[in-house]
């Protein structure tokens, strides 16, 4: 018997229900026919955020960078990497806290970069600091077994 994922569009926000078996298959929403996935994080504000972050089956993490950031620029790539390798399985997101300073204030965001693992809108994991792919890889097996 199949089982379906509720997974939020990161386009217009529409939920989806998509059948485990078909995530590899590219799925796209049936709002808007964007892609679900597109093999990089997915710009989040105030706006979009719970809509994206906070609803769904699939866990999400989210990294809390800022441009002016030096170790957040050194972890994007490993995390637009991430992001190719680990969707659909995972959603990866990120937010700017100069331009998206509540979000931070939210989640206490203290020190950037910060990773933040949802689970349904709820935080199950953080982690502060930039990691190399393999630190990366361990945190969140650690945090989602």
Wanted: contains cysteine.
């Amino acid at each position: 018997m199949s089982t379906t994922l509720d997974i939020p569009c990161p386009h217009c926000s529409a939920l989806n229900r998509v059948p485990s078996e078909r995530l590899g298959e590219h799925p796209v929403c049936g709002r808007c026919k964007q892609a679900l996935f597109q093999g990089k994080p997915v710009e989040l504000t105030s706006g979009n955020f719970d809509a994206v972050a906070g609803r769904g089956d699939l866990p999400v993490v989210v990294d809390f960078w800022a441009p002016w950031c030096g170790p957040c620029r050194n972890f994007a790539p490993v995390f637009t990497e991430a992001a190719r390798a680990l969707e659909p399985q995972l959603r990866l997101a990120k937010v700017d806290t100069e331009a998206q300073p509540a979000l931070a204030q939210r989640f206490g965001i203290r020190s950037i970069p910060t990773l933040l693992v949802l689970r349904g809108g709820r935080e199950v994991g953080r982690q502060a600091g930039a990691l190399n792919p393999m630190q990366l890889r361990q945190f969140l097996a650690n945090t989602l077994h």
